[in-house]
């Protein structure tokens, strides 16, 4: 494969990563379930922790990850929006790894937007029957 034949490739794959990443964020803010497991491979772990390691929640699985979904609030009670920033993506074969910076907002009770809480993601990737899924992801809070 040619150097510009390589260049493309590495951009497509990188580009897939970024949609099952923005799946993820929409999906979670409008509760939309397949959308949602359908981000993660079957076995997928989501811990959710502050950057000391102690642990806020931690899903394993897509039925548990499902759980978690139908107890997050969302529209009309709250609205939320997920924004995922600043993606470092490096990619090894079918498998990658992601650094991003996350930001969640939410209405306020007199429905202003405020922040819920931010961080970094780090997520593993894997590409499963040609698609990739977050096989690990790990949200460090670092405020909310």
Sequence with gaps: M?????????L????????????YCHAVDYGL??????????????????????????EVGRDELAAYLAKYPKPPSRYNKHFMMDPMIEL??????VHSYFLAMRNGDDNKPIVGSFGRYIDRLVKVDGRWRIAERIAEVEAS
């Design 12 to 23: 497509r794959e990188e580009r897939a990563i970024m949609d099952t990443l923005h799946q």
């Design 33 to 58: 379930e397949d959308a949602y497991v359908g981000a993660f491979t079957d076995d997928a772990v989501f811990d959710v922790r502050k950057p000391t390691g102690e642990t806020l929640h931690r």
């Design 92 to 97: 090894d074969d079918d498998s990658a790894t």
């Design 2 to 10: 040619g150097d510009d034949a390589r260049f493309l490739e590495t």
